[in-house]
């Protein structure tokens, strides 16, 4: 259960990462768009405060995609409040800080009960880390499709057509 639960979150991980790259390569579209809005911005016009509004909205929320996505890709580790204080002090074999000053005799010395409550605590947070990665995943993505949209929306709205002879 635990290797499912950490390949949950490099799944995660790596959809957060594709989710970044795309709205990265978005970036300097953005910028072309948002210097496109401020041509607009002097407009006396109805369709010209609709072009800046919906354009204004789909870029914050293009910013927004990438806050929470690269929020999602950040250390992902939220230390719990102990349950008992005395269980933190001990020795266990998952915990890494004490890992590291561990020898053999101690890693084989500790019962198969502590063991497997040591797993079911790193089972649970590794849950928790795996939830936040996809529900960030999941913002992110609803950022970038309605950013997109808008943005788009606001290119249609405020673009002068001019029609063909």
Same mark, same amino acid.
């Given at each position: 259960?635990?290797?499912?639960?950490?390949?949950?979150?490099?799944?995660?991980?790596?959809? @957060?990462?594709?989710?970044?790259?795309?709205?990265?390569?978005?970036?300097?579209?953005?910028?072309?768009?948002? @210097?496109? @809005?401020?041509?607009?911005?002097?407009?006396?016009?109805?369709?010209?405060?609709?072009?800046?509004?919906?354009?204004?909205?789909?870029?914050?929320?293009?910013?927004?995609?990438?806050?929470?996505?690269?929020?999602?890709?950040?250390?992902?580790?939220?230390?719990?409040?102990?349950?008992?204080?005395?269980?933190?002090?001990?020795?266990?074999?998952?915990?890494?800080?004490?890992?590291?000053?561990?020898?053999?005799?101690?890693?084989?010395?500790?019962?198969?009960?502590?063991?497997?409550?040591?797993?079911?605590?790193?089972?649970?947070?590794?849950?928790?880390?795996?939830?936040?990665?996809?529900?960030? %995943?999941?913002?992110? @993505?609803?950022?970038?499709?309605?950013?997109?949209?808008?943005?788009?929306?606001?290119?249609?709205?405020?673009?002068? %057509?001019?029609?063909?002879?």
């Amino acid at each position: 259960m635990l290797s499912t639960a950490q390949e949950a979150i490099r799944y995660a991980d790596t959809k @957060l990462g594709l989710l970044l790259t795309a709205v990265a390569v978005t970036a300097p579209t953005l910028q072309d768009h948002v @210097l496109w @809005l401020t041509d607009r911005w002097n407009a006396d016009s109805l369709r010209a405060v609709a072009t800046v509004v919906v354009g204004g909205t789909g870029v914050t929320l293009m910013a927004a995609a990438v806050a929470f996505t690269a929020s999602g890709l950040m250390p992902r580790l939220h230390r719990p409040p102990p349950v008992d204080p005395q269980a933190e002090r001990e020795f266990n074999r998952f915990a890494w800080p004490t890992l590291t000053n561990a020898t053999a005799a101690e890693l084989t010395a500790l019962p198969n009960a502590e063991v497997r409550a040591e797993a079911a605590r790193q089972l649970i947070a590794l849950s928790g880390i795996a939830s936040r990665k996809f529900r960030r %995943f999941a913002i992110g @993505l609803g950022c970038a499709v309605v950013g997109s949209a808008a943005v788009v929306l606001s290119g249609l709205v405020g673009h002068d %057509f001019v029609p063909r002879p």
